[in-house]
């Protein structure tokens, strides 16, 4: 028979306690830190981040693909110390991690590229500074001496201005020119089509139901510097717009062999899609091909990258680094990316949803779960080190 008392104090008290800490702390993941995004800043903001273009085809089937891959663990392996770092185009990295390239990086928070710049610094990886960037070539490298710092690069009609730029990053310090090439022309960007999204930011009956819902995003908005971008003169309008007016639709290869002889440290080539391209502009002198579909925000039905990264790799010389973005939201998807011949990854979207969510403090918890995350996978597979993840690895599955 059971006997009934009244407990004590001393029997629970133990267990009685209050959470502490921000929202951003209770994040569980990436796809949890998208969630806060959403509600902390306007929709035409998060919808930028978060959109694609057309029918958002290329986009789905990117992430798609990662959720198609199985792991092969091995067992019985001593994995009590993991070794997550990497050499990636001369430098050192604590993760196989690039924090890559964005444009209207303000937009998302008011302090903008510094602060993921600050975070790449902290965390042992390079950040890239887009030329459509909110913060020009000599104040992210002022804000952030330390950090490894790249700087991506279109090629626009004045070839003068593009030369100008390239000495700017070499008097600053950046070690590598991200050529990016899959922007002849702008993508069709259906969300900020319907949302009318322009630079700056326009005040319209809509925009002012978003100032009520949002009134700290729109506050810092309004009391600090206009959002411009820092390396370019004519800024207003769409980012179709803007594109129109200023890449140069003519580029070809010949202007990668120019960009070569006027830079002389590494240079990465973002927005290959294809193998037959890969090998070419290896054998034009990049040091490391970025296979990008651009996110899914260029061409719709593009190829997806990690389908096509083990060709890439087998075909290219193997001093030549391959890398991939575009629908990386995990540690996970970072290791089998890697396992499938990736020197690296570069994330975008990623953290830019922490930077929405909690300006520099969130760009910080997205890289704390990617490493969190790269390490117990890593512990899981059975691997100790970034050199030992191989095909052997993972398989796909047909299916998700």
Not at 204 to 230: K, Q, S
Not at 285 to 304: C, F, K, M, T, Y
Request: charged content about 25%; overall charge neutral; glycine content about 10%.
């Amino acid at each position: 028979m059971t006997t009934r008392r009244i407990p004590r104090w001393g029997d629970f008290s133990h267990l009685v306690g209050f959470t502490s800490g921000s929202c951003l702390d209770h994040c569980a993941s990436i796809a949890d830190v998208r969630r806060l995004a959403r509600r902390r800043v306007p929709r035409a903001v998060f919808d930028y981040t978060d959109g694609a273009a057309g029918d958002e085809l290329s986009l789905r089937r990117t992430r798609a693909v990662f959720a198609r891959v199985e792991f092969q663990p091995r067992v019985l392996r001593d994995v009590s110390i993991v070794d997550t770092s990497t050499t990636l185009l001369g430098g050192w990295a604590a993760l196989p991690v690039v924090l890559g390239p964005t444009g209207f990086t303000r937009l998302m928070h008011h302090s903008g590229e510094p602060a993921v710049a600050a975070v790449a610094g902290r965390s042992g990886i390079p950040y890239g500074l887009s030329t459509l960037g909110t913060t020009s070539i000599e104040d992210l490298a002022r804000d952030a001496p330390d950090t490894r710092r790249w700087f991506q690069l279109y090629l626009m009609r004045d070839r003068g201005y593009v030369k100008e730029l390239v000495q700017r990053a070499s008097d600053c310090g950046y070690d590598t020119i991200i050529l990016t090439v899959d922007t002849p022309v702008a993508g069709r960007r259906h969300r900020d089509v319907r949302n009318g999204l322009t630079i700056p930011p326009r005040i319209t009956p809509r925009t002012a139901v978003d100032m009520a819902l949002h009134p700290r995003w729109w506050g810092n908005l309004l009391t600090t510097e206009p959002i411009t971008f820092a390396t370019l003169s004519s800024t207003d309008g769409t980012v179709a717009d803007l594109i129109g007016r200023v890449f140069d639709p003519t580029i070809n290869i010949g202007d990668l062999d120019w960009l070569r002889g006027v830079w002389g440290r590494q240079l990465a080539v973002k927005g290959v899609q294809g193998v037959d391209d890969a090998v070419m502009v290896a054998d034009h002198g990049a040091d490391a091909v970025i296979l990008s579909n651009h996110g899914g925000r260029q061409l719709e039905r593009a190829p997806v990258p990690l389908e096509i990264l083990p060709a890439v790799r087998q075909a290219v010389d193997p001093r030549v680094e391959v890398l991939i973005d575009g629908g990386v939201m995990s540690g996970a998807d970072v290791v089998a990316a890697l396992a499938l011949g990736a020197s690296a990854v570069a994330v975008g979207r990623a953290y830019l949803y922490g930077l929405m969510a909690g300006g520099e403090r969130g760009v910080q918890r997205v890289v704390d779960l990617l490493r969190e995350e790269i390490e117990s996978t890593m512990r899981l597979l059975g691997r100790t080190s970034i050199d030992q993840l191989d095909p052997d690895c993972v398989r796909m599955r047909a299916t998700s």
